[in-house]
Each structure stands twice: as structure tokens, then as C-alpha cells.
């Protein structure tokens, strides 16, 4: 064993839990930061050997960072519930870490690879190789206070893993929709309190080069219609975020209608 805590936050995580905390024999300390799950998530954790905190829902960045505080170790590895080191990765990590945590480091970087509609993309970069934050020193780096797409901000060198850190994406098209609006939801809350200018005018511009993005340059085209389903979707998202966020600004009451009816599809 190692003195590196695992943290996941998680609500409704039933279905993956166990397997994400599996994953990670050799860390000493397994914190699930549950924020009222009705799945059964807690006792899954706790019969996988996770200590079970519940802390009520603060945004990603700030729950992040409540998590990062009732670790026991400086060291800290964050999975989603819905991810789950490869074996391989894991072997890299156990040979690895022991250097790391001695050194002057302040984290490192992980690839992240994607399975979307029951298998993996090959192609689509931020579905095969994203890059993406998952170890740290606490002392060292922070997430930021975002609702929602928030970042580790590190305050010192880092170093990356080769072996890959596994994603289950949304089981469904409905599932990711869903997700769609409530990260939707926290965008706009956080756009508001930073008080972003409605620009409705750029949407047909961000629809398209958002769509050409992904699926031109970063390759959604080479993994065929679920590629372009990846694209549409991106490009969708990126529009109604801000159409969701106009109807905030000229209809604040909207917010509470939304979550209330939000709340009513959770699982």
C-alpha cells in the first residue's frame, strides 16, 4: 500500500463504483465524498473499502476541493465514478509513485480513453487521448471554483503517465443529454455570476465551428457516424449554452423552474 488517497465524488454511482475503486489496490486511503445518493452508492463504496463522507452538492470545483481536505494523505489520486485505471496504468502508477512523492513535483497528467455507444474511440482526440489531471500534491495545486468544467491548477512541475486512464461514457444518447442540461445549468449560474455579456448573435457562428472542429480537426470524421454524433452533440452544447443562458438573463426565474423539473430526471 501506498500513502496516496483515492478520491471519487459521486452521486448515484451504483452501477460503476465498485469497479473505479477496485481499480486502485495499492492506495491506502479510499475517500467517496457521496453528495445524497438514493442508488445505494454509499454501501458499495464502504464494501469496497472507501471511507463514505457526505457532503451536500457544491459545484465540481468546490466539492473537489472540500474532498481534497478530508484526505488523509498529501498525495492524491481523483477518479470519476465512471472511471477506472487500466491495468496497466496501474502497474506504471505503483512503480512510479514512490519517486513522485518524494520529489519536488506538484502532480501529473494522465490520457484519458473513451468508450462512447459500447465501445472505444479510436480517433476523436478528447475521446482518445485527452489529457487530463489526476494526481497531485494538495500543498501544490488547487481546483478552480467552477460549478462545472472545472481545472487543477498546479503550482509546480509535472510530470504524465503513458499507460491510459479508462472512461465509460454516458451508457445512452438520453443519459448524456440529460447531463447536457444540468451542466448547462451550472455553466450559466457561473457565467452569470461573473457577468459574461449575452452575445445571441455568435451562435450560428459557434455551431459550425464548433461542429468543424471536432469533427475535422480533431478527428471525429475516422470514427465514422459516432463521430459525427460526437460532433453534432459538442456543437449543440455549445449553442444552448448560450441560448440557456440568455433566457437566464431575461428570465432569472427560469432558474428555479429548470432545477425543480431537473431534479425530477435524476436517477
Not at 488517497?5 to 467517496?32: H, Q, W, Y
Not at 472545472?150 to 512541475?157: A, Y
Not at 451562435?203 to 457516424?225: E, N
Request: aromatic share 10%; proline share 4%; glycine share 6%.
Amino acid at each position: 500500500m501506498l500513502p496516496i488517497t483515492l478520491i471519487v465524488i459521486a452521486r448515484n454511482e451504483a452501477r460503476m463504483i465498485g469497479r473505479c475503486l477496485d481499480s486502485v489496490p495499492f492506495a491506502a486511503d479510499k475517500v467517496v465524498v457521496d453528495s445524497g445518493s438514493t442508488d445505494g452508492t454509499p454501501a458499495i463504496a464502504a464494501a469496497h473499502g472507501a471511507r463514505v463522507v457526505h457532503q451536500d452538492w457544491l459545484g465540481f470545483g468546490p466539492q473537489r476541493n472540500f474532498a481534497s481536505g478530508v484526505a488523509k494523505h498529501d498525495w492524491i489520486l481523483v477518479l470519476d465514478g465512471d472511471e477506472q485505471l487500466s491495468p496497466a496504468l496501474a502497474a506504471e502508477l505503483e512503480q512510479r509513485l514512490p519517486s513522485i512523492m518524494e520529489s519536488s513535483l506538484a502532480g501529473a497528467h494522465f490520457r484519458r480513453a473513451t468508450r462512447f455507444m459500447g465501445k472505444a474511440m479510436r480517433w476523436y482526440r478528447p475521446m482518445s487521448r485527452e489529457r487530463i489531471a489526476r494526481l497531485y500534491h494538495r500543498e501544490r495545486a488547487r481546483w478552480t471554483d467552477a460549478r462545472v468544467h472545472e481545472s487543477l491548477r498546479f503550482n509546480g512541475p509535472v510530470t504524465s503517465f503513458r499507460e491510459r486512464l479508462l472512461h465509460d461514457h454516458n451508457p445512452t444518447l438520453v443519459h448524456r443529454h440529460i447531463k447536457m442540461l444540468r451542466y448547462t445549468e451550472l455553466r450559466a449560474q457561473d457565467w452569470r455570476d461573473r457577468g459574461r455579456k449575452v452575445r445571441m448573435w455568435l451562435c450560428p457562428f459557434i455551431f459550425v465551428t464548433t461542429f468543424l472542429k471536432d469533427y475535422l480537426l480533431r478527428l471525429a470524421v475516422l470514427d465514422g457516424w459516432r463521430g459525427y454524433i460526437v460532433a453534432q452533440t459538442a456543437a449543440s452544447y455549445a449553442v444552448y449554452k448560450r441560448l440557456r443562458y440568455y433566457e437566464l438573463d431575461v428570465d432569472p426565474s427560469s432558474l428555479t423552474l429548470a432545477s425543480d423539473l431537473l431534479r425530477k430526471t435524476e436517477p
